[in-house]
């Protein structure tokens, strides 16, 4: 049995556990009904969706920790660092607990053929439990019907925004995608989802139709107004302020509200006060982030066409003239992206990152318009002097703005 002493070897060792052709649910569902189903002792929330479902699970536990229960919240990828995958409370678990978890896991690593994403999903578990959660709240990494996070067996599940992402994994039409992001729903257990595309529609209420689950589409709320770091949005009457403002934010905290009030009649210290106040007070890593004031640099996690249109919604609120530095992962429609973003900016700038799924600069430079910075610290430098007199944006991949933030921005800051 392996046994690490050092994180750094543990975290080393598992990322390397990474293999698509293990895509699927059948042995680690062995594995978990093999340790006794201890999923099945967490009340939890299952949020999947192509965009919104790391804010809309941040803005369902912000509330309920404001609500006086103890949440656990499971997430992918990390932001800054492994840790914090798994947080309670917002507080990231500590390098001795993850460690510790690791260890507890190795045995099962060769026997269930455990990929990293399936590793962490049982320490999670294992975690939330130990630590005697009052809620978690899951959101699913990849797809829905065949992630890993589809053991568990929450109380509610709810799906976002749907888009074409992971197409190679998901499928190439909305309703493919629509399918695999339904297969969280489970029998009957309510789905919480908004009026998206008719085929979306048709798809999730097939689903829930068949698996006699509750459908709960929530109406939507309206954006009142907005600045650069805040909006004020209704819904249902009530006005609340979100601190942060994109357009898209109203999706996202629509769909927590709704699953918030369904959570009423099992936690009964959820008031519109600590509704209010959890949707003000949540912050969500790299969604139209400030990190810097002078000059007025912006991260954006915008890695598909959906979440570009999205971050292009914003730039409006932006001092012109805006310039930006993007990079992506292999896999990823780039030039989908790239044109979206072209007409709305005063020039692009790519780079490449250290990570084993890197796209190569100069194939993300998709026309002689775009500058190519290979080295991400030159970039940035650059960035810097050219958002002297107006904007920057760092945005792409979700793994491009951790690696930036953990080995250059938080550098240059002198974080």
């Not at 309920?64 to 229960?69: C, H, I, P, Q």
């Not at 097939?206 to 709320?221: D, F, G, H």
């Not at 100069?362 to 190519?372: F, G, K, R, T, V």
């Not at 960035?383 to 107006?390: H, N, Y």
Request: charged fraction near 20%.
């Amino acid at each position: 049995m392996i046994y690490f002493h050092y994180l750094s070897d543990a975290l080393n060792t598992i990322n390397q556990r990474t293999s698509s052709s293990t895509f699927g649910l059948k042995k680690f569902n062995q594995c978990m009904e093999d340790l006794g189903s201890p999923q099945r002792k967490l009340k939890c929330v299952h949020v999947a969706g192509t965009n919104g479902k790391g804010s809309t699970s941040s803005f369902i536990a912000q509330i309920m920790k404001e609500s006086g229960y103890k949440v656990g919240l499971y997430t992918s990828p990390f932001l800054i660092h492994h840790n914090d995958r798994f947080r309670i409370n917002g507080v990231d678990m500590s390098d001795e607990d993850l460690l510790r978890y690791i260890n507890m896991t190795t045995h099962l690593w060769e026997p269930y053929a455990l990929t990293m994403f399936e590793i962490d999903t049982l320490i999670a578990i294992w975690y939330f439990i130990d630590q005697k959660v009052d809620i978690a709240i899951f959101e699913v990494g990849l797809g829905g019907r065949l992630d890993a996070t589809n053991v568990i067996m929450p109380l509610v599940s709810v799906i976002t925004t749907i888009g074409f992402d992971h197409m190679d994994f998901l499928g190439n039409t909305l309703d493919l995608i629509a399918f695999e992001k339904a297969g969280i729903i489970k029998e009957n257990t309510p789905i919480i989802s908004y009026s998206q595309e008719t085929l979306v529609n048709e798809v999730f209420k097939r689903v829930a139709t068949e698996r006699n689950a509750q459908y709960i589409e929530t109406s939507l709320a309206q954006q009142i107004s907005a600045d650069l770091f805040s909006q004020i949005i209704e819904k249902d009457g009530i006005r609340y302020t979100l601190s942060m403002n994109a357009r898209y934010q109203c999706i996202n905290a629509s769909l927590a509200l709704e699953t918030v009030h369904y959570l009423k009649k099992d936690y009964p210290n959820i008031t519109e006060e600590t509704i209010s106040s959890g949707l003000r007070n949540t912050v969500w890593f790299g969604r139209f982030q400030k990190v810097s004031d002078k000059p007025l640099i912006i991260i954006d996690g915008a890695h598909n066409i959906n979440g570009m249109q999205a971050l292009v919604d914003s730039l409006p609120l932006l001092p012109r003239p805006i310039h930006v530095l993007f990079s992506a992962i292999i896999g990823k429609d780039h030039e989908g992206m790239l044109e979206v973003l072209k007409p709305h900016v005063d020039s692009i700038t790519v780079t490449e990152f250290d990570f084993y799924r890197k796209q190569d600069a100069n194939i993300l430079a998709i026309d002689d318009s775009i500058h190519i910075i290979k080295d991400p610290q030159h970039a940035y430098s650059d960035l810097i002097e050219r958002a002297q007199q107006g904007s920057g944006i760092v945005c792409g991949s979700l793994y491009f703005l951790s690696y930036m933030l953990l080995n250059v921005i938080n550098i240059e800051k002198g974080d």
